[in-house]
């Protein structure tokens, strides 16, 4: 379901993205993927497992899967190099950034919808693996 988007604090703006249905079809193979690799795995293996084993179930399913991307700051007309790097993304369109720590950092969720807005994407996963339930891990944005 498309979410508002607001910029200014607690002001809601009424403004709505409406996301491709090829957005949508990969949202649910990225969700899809992320319960095989958990069902298979369970918690308690480091990040870079679950990435390996993540990506691997997404370019079974016949995605382009990009990971550890360089995403470069572009400010003051400039490009710098020393940006942020995102885990893993899927068919140049959705980001996924994966975790496979105990405790919950709302942090992560800045880190996202950075990720989002420097590259310009509209719909993100955060998924963290370290959970009973990967229902539990699973946050869906929107930027």
Partial sequence: ???PRSREGAKVHKEYIK???????IGRIIVDAAFKVHNKLGPGLLEKVYEVCFTHELKKKGLKVE?????????DGIM???????DVMVEDLVVC???????VNPVWEAQLLSHLRLTGK??????????????????RMIA
């Fill in 1 to 3: 379901m498309d979410q």
């Fill in 19 to 25: 996301l491709s249905e090829r957005e949508e079809d």
């Fill in 67 to 75: 990971r550890q991307l360089d995403i470069p700051i572009v400010y």
């Fill in 80 to 86: 710098f190099q020393e940006g942020l790097r995102l």
């Fill in 97 to 103: 950034e994966l975790k496979a720590i105990e405790t």
């Fill in 122 to 139: 509209h719909l993100g996963y955060l998924i963290n693996f370290n959970v009973a339930l990967i229902k539990n891990g699973i946050k």
